[in-house]
């Protein structure tokens, strides 16, 4: 690149994303003088000094900053070392991350034990098979027993896993391979209880008391795998008991889904509880009569975030956008109410809310914000609750003003639970991960990596994630997704069998001749966990190692913003994986901490957690890693390539 080229590359402002419809949007609200997280990024220049680490502000006697000549040689008033300072800012982050969707776990579990004491009539045990498979994990009898009594053991015990009273250990570290069980015994990393595991990490990162980097940061993967094998795994399978395991579906994304002539009702947030009543609701033919006798066509909901992510799983409902798209789709003026409950709700919507006719209605007794209309979500009476909420939003319908719907969506396939994957390689009678094991093996399928996590308006949004896609399955590498980047891709057309097209000859066999799209949605940030039980599987199925650390695989989270990203890639690597975070390393001046989650955490637990902001070598790093695996099982030698006949495809 010549030297003009570089200035002008400098002087040329940073986009600010890749989708169409998010543009339109941004232009809007230009040209009516409104401002937008992606317009506020560029006017908050992050701390430098915080943001790579050198910051502590845990005590009064500070905040110290360890900065300026010989800044890695200096410590805090206190003493504290930057090695100290990264690992209880990871620690605490982590901690933060798992509270956040432990306490979602938690509340999936109160509501299970209401149902099956009969005290939440709207709901009901969709899926007993798996309530079965799940108190047999437990150790819970089921024979001859009412489905209800089982329901409310299985929600007993899940709470027990919350409060730390289930016994030493978690109830789901047995699904883990035996070698990654013994692996945190030897360290004690097994985490004895959601709740006692961050109360824990709370604790010793207060200033004197663990000092310790590598002790510190065994604390912070011992709480992630509360949440990994623990609360958002807890998370996931009770929701699936409750409302139904995923199976594949059709749908759309992007602000295109909205509806001109419609009363447009957005969730937004992350527990399906409420938004499963607010599905049940819009669909209400009194409530759809209603809509029409205030001139609406009807009613249309969307999501936004991992609400939009339980609603589409399940039921097909599509999502308007991820993260950054949160205020955008109330610039577009057509939205008439938007419900959120908690996380990733940006505060910035109440008086951008106000500018249009759109309805704030927060509905957790855990989150108020001021400006919203608050209506408290209460199980006993979900679905009364519900269609109040979808009443008030279809009588705001006669308020709006000037409508902009960009026309812009992607089509989609999403509902990729574990159970669904392993159904659809194995079919009904010998459902089984064997097919996708032997076509890692004969090297159809080099490996699978999961990109996963938010946006960032740090960085361009979508960009790395759609990138990441297209070059991993052109290197016939499985894809799986969850969170917002499963919007992104959705948005940009690549969750459909068609993407197919543009993956490598060894994976686009194993799709056509499976019927499957080469990226795969599996669900929402807490449906990570659903990640981890398919490693469990792959490696129990053989052929691959005896642990997850010896499979091809890796995750990348290329847009993280939040802690819950953290404490996920914290549970992966703990659990095996290679893992890749974008955007900025946040401890990254704290180079013994960077040390110990990367050379440290391969040693000890066969993963890492590493920060890379730039998506080739993000690229060139879990593509040499999936590859050195290969190499240690000894399938890296390249196979004659022998195409799909009947036969084979009759075998798959
Ligand atoms: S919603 S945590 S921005 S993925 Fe789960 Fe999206 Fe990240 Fe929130």
Same mark, same amino acid.
């Given at each position: 690149?010549?030297?003009?080229?570089?200035?002008?590359?400098?002087?040329?402002?940073?986009?600010?994303?890749?989708?169409?419809?998010?543009? =339109?949007?941004?232009?809007?609200?230009?040209?009516? #003088?409104?401002?937008?997280?992606?317009?506020?990024?560029?006017?908050?220049?992050?701390?430098? %000094?915080?943001?790579?680490?050198?910051?502590?502000?845990?005590?009064? /006697? &500070?905040?110290?900053?360890?900065?300026?000549?010989?800044?890695?040689?200096?410590?805090?008033? *206190?003493?504290?070392?930057?090695?100290?300072?990264?690992?209880?800012?990871?620690? +605490?982050?982590?901690?933060?991350?798992?509270?956040?969707?432990?306490?979602? #776990?938690?509340?999936?579990?109160?509501?299970?034990?209401?149902?099956?004491?009969?005290?939440?009539?709207?709901?009901? @045990?969709?899926?007993?098979?798996? !309530?079965?498979?799940?108190?047999?994990?437990?150790?819970?009898?089921?024979?001859?027993?009412?489905?209800?009594?089982?329901?409310?053991?299985?929600?007993?015990?899940? !709470?027990?896993?919350?409060?730390?009273?289930?016994?030493?250990?978690?109830?789901?570290v047995?699904?883990a391979p035996a070698k990654r069980q013994a692996i945190w015994r030897k360290y004690g990393l097994v985490?004895?209880?959601?709740?006692?595991?961050?109360?824990?990490? /709370?604790?010793?990162?207060?200033?004197?008391?663990?000092?310790?980097? =590598?002790?510190?940061?065994?604390?912070?993967m011992?709480?992630?795998l509360?949440? &990994?094998?623990?609360?958002?795994?807890?998370?996931?399978?009770?929701?699936? %008991?409750?409302?139904?395991?995923?199976?594949?579906?059709?749908?759309?994304?992007?602000?295109?889904?909205?509806?001109?002539?419609?009363?447009?009702?957005?969730?937004?947030?992350?527990?399906?509880?409420?938004?499963?009543?607010? @599905?049940?609701?819009?669909?209400?033919?009194?409530?759809?009569?209603?809509?029409?006798?205030?001139?609406?066509? &009807?009613?249309?909901?969307?999501?936004?975030?991992?609400?939009?992510?339980?609603?589409?799983?399940?039921?097909?409902?599509?999502?308007?956008?991820?993260?950054?798209?949160?205020?955008?789709?109330?610039?577009?003026?057509?939205? =008439?109410?938007?419900?959120?409950?908690?996380?990733?709700? !940006?505060?910035?919507?109440?008086?951008?809310?106000?500018?249009?006719?759109?309805? !704030?209605?927060?509905?957790?007794?855990?989150?108020?914000?001021?400006?919203?209309?608050?209506?408290?979500?209460?199980?006993?009476?979900?679905?009364?609750?519900?269609?109040?909420?979808? +009443?008030?939003?279809?009588?705001?319908?006669?308020?709006? #003003?000037?409508?902009?719907?960009?026309?812009?969506?992607?089509?989609?396939?999403?509902?990729?639970?574990?159970?669904?994957?392993?159904?659809?390689?194995?079919?009904?009678?010998?459902?089984?991960?064997?097919?996708?094991?032997?076509?890692?093996?004969?090297?159809?399928?080099?490996?699978?990596?999961?990109?996963?996590?938010?946006?960032?308006?740090?960085?361009?949004?979508?960009?790395?994630?759609?990138?990441?896609?297209?070059?991993?399955?052109?290197?016939?590498?499985?894809?799986?997704?969850?969170?917002?980047?499963?919007?992104?891709?959705?948005?940009?057309?690549?969750?459909?069998?068609?993407?197919?097209? %543009?993956? &490598?000859?060894?994976? +686009?066999?194993?799709?056509?001749?499976?019927?499957?799209?080469? @990226?795969?949605?599996?669900?929402? *940030?807490?449906?990570?966990?659903?990640?981890?039980?398919?490693?469990?599987?792959?490696?129990?199925?053989? #052929?691959?190692?005896d642990d997850i650390s010896d499979?091809?695989?890796?995750?990348?989270?290329?847009?993280?913003?939040?802690?819950?990203?953290?404490?996920?890639?914290?549970?992966?690597?703990a659990s095996g994986?290679?893992?890749?975070?974008?955007?900025?390393?946040? @401890?990254?001046? *704290?180079?013994?901490?960077?040390?110990?989650?990367?050379?440290?955490w391969?040693q000890k637990v066969g993963g890492?957690?590493?920060?890379?902001?730039?998506? =080739?070598?993000?690229?060139?790093?879990?593509?040499?890693?999936?590859?050195?695996? +290969?190499?240690?099982?000894? %399938?890296?030698?390249?196979?004659?390539?022998?195409?799909?006949?009947?036969?084979?495809?009759?075998?798959?």
């Amino acid at each position: 690149m010549s030297d003009s080229d570089e200035t002008k590359k400098k002087a040329e402002p940073r986009k600010k994303t890749i989708d169409p419809a998010a543009l =339109e949007m941004l232009g809007r609200a230009e040209a009516a #003088g409104i401002g937008t997280v992606f317009s506020r990024v560029d006017e908050m220049k992050p701390c430098p %000094i915080g943001a790579s680490g050198s910051c502590c502000q845990l005590c009064a /006697m &500070g905040p110290c900053r360890l900065v300026g000549k010989g800044a890695a040689e200096k410590t805090g008033i *206190c003493g504290a070392t930057h090695a100290t300072i990264g690992a209880r800012y990871m620690t +605490r982050a982590i901690a933060g991350g798992v509270a956040a969707h432990s306490d979602h #776990g938690r509340d999936i579990a109160r509501t299970l034990l209401a149902v099956a004491k009969g005290h939440a009539g709207s709901y009901q @045990v969709k899926d007993t098979d798996k !309530l079965y498979r799940v108190a047999a994990i437990m150790h819970i009898a089921t024979e001859g027993r009412d489905v209800n009594d089982v329901a409310a053991e299985v929600a007993q015990r899940a !709470l027990d896993n919350f409060n730390g009273t289930a016994g030493d250990e978690l109830s789901y570290v047995s699904r883990a391979p035996a070698k990654r069980q013994a692996i945190w015994r030897k360290y004690g990393l097994v985490p004895r209880g959601v709740d006692r595991e961050v109360v824990e990490s /709370m604790h010793r990162t207060n200033v004197g008391v663990d000092q310790d980097a =590598e002790h510190l940061l065994d604390q912070g993967m011992r709480t992630s795998l509360a949440d &990994g094998w623990g609360g958002a795994m807890l998370a996931t399978d009770l929701s699936d %008991i409750l409302f139904g395991t995923p199976k594949p579906l059709v749908s759309q994304a992007n602000l295109g889904v909205l509806k001109k002539d419609e009363v447009n009702i957005i969730v937004h947030g992350h527990e399906p509880t409420l938004s499963e009543m607010i @599905v049940a609701a819009a669909q209400d033919p009194e409530l759809v009569e209603y809509a029409k006798s205030k001139g609406a066509a &009807g009613i249309n909901l969307a999501g936004i975030c991992c609400t939009a992510n339980e609603v589409l799983m399940r039921h097909g409902i599509p999502p308007a956008g991820n993260f950054l798209h949160q205020e955008l789709a109330i610039i577009t003026g057509a939205v =008439e109410g938007m419900i959120v409950d908690v996380q990733c709700v !940006l505060q910035a919507l109440s008086p951008l809310a106000q500018k249009f006719h759109t309805k !704030l209605i927060t509905t957790s007794p855990k989150a108020k914000i001021p400006g919203a209309t608050h209506l408290e979500f209460d199980e006993t009476r979900a679905l009364e609750t519900a269609k109040e909420i979808v +009443r008030m939003c279809i009588d705001n319908f006669q308020n709006r #003003g000037d409508v902009a719907i960009p026309d812009y969506t992607g089509d989609l396939v999403a509902g990729f639970s574990h159970e669904y994957i392993n159904y659809m390689l194995g079919g009904r009678y010998r459902a089984s991960f064997r097919p996708l094991n032997d076509n890692i093996i004969n090297g159809r399928i080099q490996g699978a990596v999961a990109i996963v996590g938010c946006n960032n308006p740090r960085v361009t949004q979508d960009e790395g994630i759609v990138y990441l896609v297209h070059e991993l399955i052109k290197r016939d590498i499985l894809v799986v997704q969850t969170g917002c980047a499963a919007h992104a891709s959705g948005k940009h057309g690549l969750l459909t069998p068609e993407t197919m097209q %543009i993956a &490598g000859d060894g994976l +686009r066999e194993v799709c056509e001749a499976v019927g499957m799209p080469p @990226v795969l949605h599996l669900g929402s *940030c807490v449906d990570n966990s659903r990640i981890m039980t398919i490693l469990s599987q792959v490696v129990e199925e053989g #052929g691959l190692g005896d642990d997850i650390s010896d499979l091809p695989v890796a995750a990348i989270c290329p847009e993280y913003y939040c802690e819950k990203a953290l404490a996920i890639g914290t549970y992966a690597a703990a659990s095996g994986v290679f893992v890749v975070f974008g955007v900025r390393n946040p @401890v990254a001046d *704290c180079t013994e901490v960077v040390d110990i989650m990367s050379n440290g955490w391969e040693q000890k637990v066969g993963g890492q957690l590493v920060f890379e902001p730039d998506y =080739e070598k993000i690229l060139e790093m879990v593509t040499g890693r999936i590859q050195a695996k +290969r190499q240690a099982l000894g %399938i890296h030698e390249e196979k004659e390539r022998v195409l799909f006949d009947m036969a084979a495809r009759r075998e798959l």
